[in-house]
């Protein structure tokens, strides 16, 4: 009733949200309260305050709703003024689960952390700004002492543990069981850090201490081994489902304890231990995948969704588009997965037909980082770059298939015309940077310090293209400024 009793005063002048800002708003825990709030306060903490119409809706489709708001609005100012925080900060503690309880705690606990227990500001907001909110940064002034001084672990690690989901419980737990999972089962603090700053936190903890022992004992896995798993997104659940199923996929299937530690390790966790004890047998007789293919897809961020689309997609993409099967499975066994397989299909016969690129090439793009939004990104602007710019199809691919993808495609189309005419570079030298680990950020440091390594200490513009070309990017060319701006 509340979205449409003030549809055209949200959507029209001067708040002007669009209406998936509306929904998001309505549809959160705030509904007719927040709404009411942003009509009210988006002009006030916009034009009072700095913030942007994306950050009010951030933070008013979150939890804290109306509360969350109005509590930024009076907060503000003593955040930034009196404690140092820039707005950005304050948003985004304001618009995680914490809201009007995790600010005012930063406000009362952010110069107790800093000055009695040496935490900087920054940590303050990593603790406040995830799901563990004011309960999380209470445990921390409580539990620092104790973790730092008796357990010997650093203040950072007590930050990481507290600013992941686990928050407050994660650290109790801590507390509780470093001692007995370091003298019992013989694991490292870091290691045990390592477990309770994932997601898994308290569970996952408690599983370690219950299943190390049968993991390693029957069914012959390390220490490490358990602590990789146990420290991914699978915890607890990804624990017992490699209890389970790991002499079934070992035996009846002919993994190695170390595949399918690798499987269980990554994002994918229970679901995808559970697909490949279901799949492998049809990818392996009916596709003419190996084993070690099986496990390459599901041991990346694919997991399951991306298992099942080499399924239902490997004909289809060898019968009607002429990949291979070692094409299909490079592109499902990197980061794109599912989306990258389904864009593939989608826009490989228009990148073959309308922009003269192979398969090879296609894949290439779709098997790195890039995947889905690195090939819709070379569908666009492979003409512009090609016929404005003066590269080729070739060089396209080139920064598309590697970490940059997207960004520095579009970086690439921005910045191209800046570096060739006010700073001398060819093309050829621009592909060379973006093409490259730096990409985006490659290129606009660049940009930014071209003039000053040359003018000021010497180098000339290979040089520079030379240290940003290569895997160092952004950080090679800025510790370069820094050794050369030395007195010394």
């Given at each position: 009733e509340a979205v449409h009793a003030w549809r055209n005063a949200l959507t029209g002048a001067p708040l002007n949200l669009t209406p998936d800002q509306v929904v998001a708003i309505a549809s959160n825990i705030g509904g007719k309260q927040a709404l009411e709030t942003v009509q009210r306060l988006l002009p006030v903490l916009c034009e009072q305050h700095g913030l942007t119409p994306d950050q009010v809706v951030a933070i008013a489709s979150n939890s804290g709703g109306k509360p969350a708001l109005e509590t930024v609005q009076r907060l503000l100012p003593v955040l930034c003024e009196q404690h140092g925080l820039t707005p950005d900060q304050v948003v985004a503690i304001a618009s995680n689960n914490g809201?009007?309880?995790?600010?005012?705690?930063?406000?009362?606990?952010?110069?107790?952390?800093?000055?009695?227990?040496?935490?900087?500001?920054?940590?303050?907001?990593?603790?406040?700004?995830?799901?563990?909110?004011?309960?999380?940064?209470?445990?921390?002034?409580?539990?620092?002492?104790?973790l730092c001084e008796q357990h010997?672990?650093?203040?950072?690690?007590?930050?990481?543990?507290?600013?992941?989901?686990?928050?407050?419980?994660?650290?109790?737990?801590?507390?509780?069981?470093?001692?007995?999972?370091?003298?019992?089962?013989?694991?490292?603090?870091?290691?045990?850090?390592?477990?309770a700053s994932h997601d898994g936190g308290k569970q996952a903890l408690e599983t370690v201490q219950q299943l190390l022992p049968v993991l390693c004992e029957q069914h012959g896995l390390t220490p490490a081994q358990v602590v990789a798993?146990?420290?991914?997104?699978?915890?607890?659940?990804?624990?017992?489902?490699?209890?389970?199923?790991?002499?079934?996929?070992?035996?009846?299937?002919?993994?190695?304890?170390?595949?399918?530690?690798?499987?269980a390790s990554n994002s994918g966790g229970k679901p995808a231990l559970e697909t490949v004890q279901r799949l492998l047998p049809v990818l392996c007789e009916q596709h003419g995948l190996t084993p070690d293919q099986v496990v390459a897809i599901a041991s990346n961020n694919g997991g399951k969704p991306a298992l099942e689309t080499v399924q239902r997609l490997l004909p289809v993409l060898c019968e009607q588009h002429g990949l291979t099967p070692d094409q299909v499975v490079a592109i499902a066994s990197h980061d794109g997965g599912k989306q990258a397989l389904e864009t593939v299909q989608r826009l490989l016969p228009v990148l073959?037909?309308?922009?003269?690129?192979?398969?090879?090439?296609?894949?290439?793009?779709?098997?790195?980082?890039?995947?889905?939004?690195?090939?819709?990104?070379?569908?666009?602007?492979?003409?512009?770059?090609?016929?404005?710019?003066?590269?080729?199809?070739?060089?396209?691919?080139?920064?598309?298939?590697?970490?940059?993808?997207?960004?520095?495609?579009?970086?690439?189309?921005?910045?191209?015309?800046?570096?060739?005419?006010?700073?001398?570079?060819?093309?050829?030298?621009?592909?060379?940077?973006?093409?490259?680990?730096?990409?985006?950020?490659?290129?606009?440091?660049?940009?930014?310090?071209?003039?000053?390594?040359?003018?000021?200490?010497?180098?000339?513009?290979?040089?520079?293209?030379?240290?940003?070309?290569?895997?160092?990017?952004?950080?090679?060319?800025?510790?370069?400024?820094?050794?050369?701006?030395?007195?010394?």
């Amino acid at each position: 009733e509340a979205v449409h009793a003030w549809r055209n005063a949200l959507t029209g002048a001067p708040l002007n949200l669009t209406p998936d800002q509306v929904v998001a708003i309505a549809s959160n825990i705030g509904g007719k309260q927040a709404l009411e709030t942003v009509q009210r306060l988006l002009p006030v903490l916009c034009e009072q305050h700095g913030l942007t119409p994306d950050q009010v809706v951030a933070i008013a489709s979150n939890s804290g709703g109306k509360p969350a708001l109005e509590t930024v609005q009076r907060l503000l100012p003593v955040l930034c003024e009196q404690h140092g925080l820039t707005p950005d900060q304050v948003v985004a503690i304001a618009s995680n689960n914490g809201g009007k309880p995790a600010l005012e705690t930063v406000q009362r606990l952010l110069p107790v952390l800093c000055e009695q227990h040496g935490l900087t500001p920054d940590q303050v907001v990593a603790i406040a700004s995830h799901d563990g909110g004011k309960p999380a940064l209470e445990t921390v002034q409580r539990l620092l002492p104790v973790l730092c001084e008796q357990h010997g672990l650093t203040r950072a690690q007590v930050v990481a543990i507290a600013s992941n989901g686990g928050g407050k419980q994660a650290l109790e737990t801590v507390q509780r069981l470093l001692p007995v999972l370091r003298q019992a089962h013989g694991l490292t603090p870091a290691q045990v850090v390592a477990i309770a700053s994932h997601d898994g936190g308290k569970q996952a903890l408690e599983t370690v201490q219950q299943l190390l022992p049968v993991l390693c004992e029957q069914h012959g896995l390390t220490p490490a081994q358990v602590v990789a798993i146990a420290s991914n997104i699978g915890g607890k659940q990804a624990l017992e489902t490699v209890q389970r199923l790991l002499p079934v996929l070992c035996e009846q299937h002919g993994l190695t304890p170390d595949q399918v530690v690798a499987i269980a390790s990554n994002s994918g966790g229970k679901p995808a231990l559970e697909t490949v004890q279901r799949l492998l047998p049809v990818l392996c007789e009916q596709h003419g995948l190996t084993p070690d293919q099986v496990v390459a897809i599901a041991s990346n961020n694919g997991g399951k969704p991306a298992l099942e689309t080499v399924q239902r997609l490997l004909p289809v993409l060898c019968e009607q588009h002429g990949l291979t099967p070692d094409q299909v499975v490079a592109i499902a066994s990197h980061d794109g997965g599912k989306q990258a397989l389904e864009t593939v299909q989608r826009l490989l016969p228009v990148l073959r037909q309308a922009h003269g690129l192979t398969p090879a090439q296609v894949v290439a793009i779709a098997s790195n980082n890039g995947g889905k939004p690195a090939l819709e990104t070379v569908q666009r602007l492979l003409p512009v770059l090609c016929e404005q710019h003066g590269l080729t199809p070739d060089q396209v691919v080139a920064i598309a298939s590697n970490i940059g993808g997207k960004q520095a495609l579009e970086t690439v189309q921005r910045l191209l015309p800046v570096l060739c005419e006010q700073h001398g570079l060819t093309p050829d030298q621009v592909v060379a940077i973006a093409s490259n680990i730096g990409g985006k950020q490659a290129l606009e440091t660049v940009q930014r310090l071209l003039p000053v390594l040359c003018e000021q200490h010497g180098l000339t513009p290979d040089q520079v293209v030379a240290i940003a070309s290569n895997g160092g990017g952004k950080p090679a060319l800025e510790s370069t400024f820094a050794q050369l701006s030395r007195p010394d």
